[in-house]
């Protein structure tokens, strides 16, 4: 596990949002894990078990369906044991849109300590993960997201091997690519990345952030977060594929 990075330090203090909610009122030592599905029925019927099989920690699951209008929405109405919010799409100019859009409709509907997004294809494959994750928080307030790069589910021979054979990075690494809006800078992925509640909705951030840049979503939230002093922690992706 690497260790936060180290920046000033800043204190919580409850404010409120432009919408009117105070962050006094959100719900101490409960994560809100939020998915979102766009007609992907086998995916998230396994994500959405694996969290309710392997989660013990306080949270509550929010589901927001992008207009799919096939069986993986009439399954996600069918359950009682999670919160559905249907978007209505027609105005989205494409799905990276529709996604981004969808994490923002999760966070304004969020009223616990943490904020997760987590996508369809990722499945929870162990005990007491989401306790893992919130203990990496360790009551640090200045601390803003726990979260990894890409998460890679194949070997770790296979991933050194498609490293080795990225010629595209190599080249932008040896002629010095310029790269002023950030693609190839770090980030904590929205793939599985926990983030403080408070913070995100006191600085105002948008998963939709740039998207328009070529960032994709989550993307400009993450430089946010650092470049205004706050703290990440970012896992080795072996840890987050475990």
Known sequence: MLSPVTTRNITSRCTETAEGFCMSDLVKGKVTICVVNYKTPELTKLCLRSIRKFTSYPCEILVID?????????????LKWIR???????????GSYSHAAALDTGLKNCDTEFFMSLHSDCFIKKQNWLDDLVNCFAGDHSIACVGSGKIESTSRLLQMLKTATDLKTFK?????????????????????CLYRTEILK???LSFLAERDKGL???QKLYFELVDRGYKTVELPESVMGQ
């Open 202 to 204: 006191r600085e105002n």
């Open 84 to 94: 559905l919010i249907e978007r209505d799409t027609s105005k989205d100019p494409d």
């Open 172 to 192: 932008r690494k040896l002629f010095g690519e310029p790269d002023s809006v950030g693609i190839y800078r770090y980030y904590n992925r929205t793939i599985c």
């Open 66 to 78: 992008n207009n799919s209008q096939d069986s993986s929405l009439g399954y996600l109405r069918s």
């Open 216 to 218: 994709t979503s989550g």
